[in-house]
């Protein structure tokens, strides 16, 4: 009997002394997840292709410049039950960034985003150029024409400029700039649709190509936003009475790179399809990327009595009802004359 209680005993020893190690090695892993990882630089970029092994990803990372050990990490990945959740991207990490974040980031495409920023009144060439600019994103359109363009985005044979909605946008390192194109395209096709189904009933613009048209005059020629429902407004009132919009933006437009930046009398006389000083109506196409604010006023403009305005030189404008009205405005803040 004593010799089996000493048995026994040695046993509840042995068992006391393996779940104390089992207790402290849990501890230690645990420590281990919860501290940050040890980086060779402030932040660590790493790329994973799609079929990539738990494996191949963990020695990746520490061959990316993450300074510990793979087979850790990949013990991490595949003990956790989540190694087959991680998804194919491009992810950044910093200072900071423990193992358990990691993988959390890793099974929640949280992606390292870049951005591009369209802005209103660039046109589709100055757009493109930021694209062609903008870091990690691949030139996919590069040397198409905008035929090609709007034929890959599937509106054959439609006008390109002034057909991207100037934004923000986001985008994972190594999509193409077509992928940009095709959400700028869509979002502007959208925001389009609503504004028109909120035109104004008497509104002489006929479809909402001739809004996006009008958008794109009221973008280039508005210095600041207060004056953008009254400048539509100035503009939708000569399209009712049949007078020429003379819209200096469009003769420019009309003129592409042989523009130098000085506007001459001769380029005011010279016809071309844009030159709304010796044709009425509105141009063929958008002139540029017009922005929400822009769009809105094209469809529901301040009513108001004006048929000319000048600028003020502030960024403002000064509005006039007729022309003896509008010849002092221009002597006063474009000539100096008081």
Known sequence: MRQGAKGFRLLAGLAAVLMMAAAGMGAAVWWWLMQPLPLARSSIELSIEAGATPREIAQAWVDAGVQTEPAWLYAWFRFSGQARRIRAGSYEIHTGTTPR?????????REALQTVRLLEGWTLRQ????????????????????????????????PAEGRFFPDTYAYARGVSDLTVLRRAHRTMQHKLAEVWAARA???????PDEALILASIVEKETGTAADRPLVAGVFVNRLRIGMPLQTDPTVIYG???????????????????????????????PIALPGLAS??????????RALYFVARGDGSSVFSETLVEHNRAVNRYQRGQP
Do not use: C, I
């Open 101 to 109: 974040t990691l993988l959390e980031a890793l099974v929640q495409g």
């Open 127 to 158: 757009a493109r150029q930021a694209l062609a600019a903008a870091p990690h994103l691949k030139p996919v359109t590069a040397g198409w024409d905008d035929a090609r363009l709007m034929q890959e985005l599937g509106s054959p044979g439609m």
């Open 201 to 207: 009933e008497d509104t002489p613009l006929k479809s």
């Open 255 to 285: 003129l592409g790179e042989a523009f130098d930046g000085n506007l001459r009398k001769r380029d005011l006389l010279t016809d071309t399809p844009f030159n709304t000083y010796t044709r009425g109506g509105l141009p063929p196409t």
């Open 295 to 304: 769009l809105r006023a094209a469809v529901r403009p301040e009513r108001t």
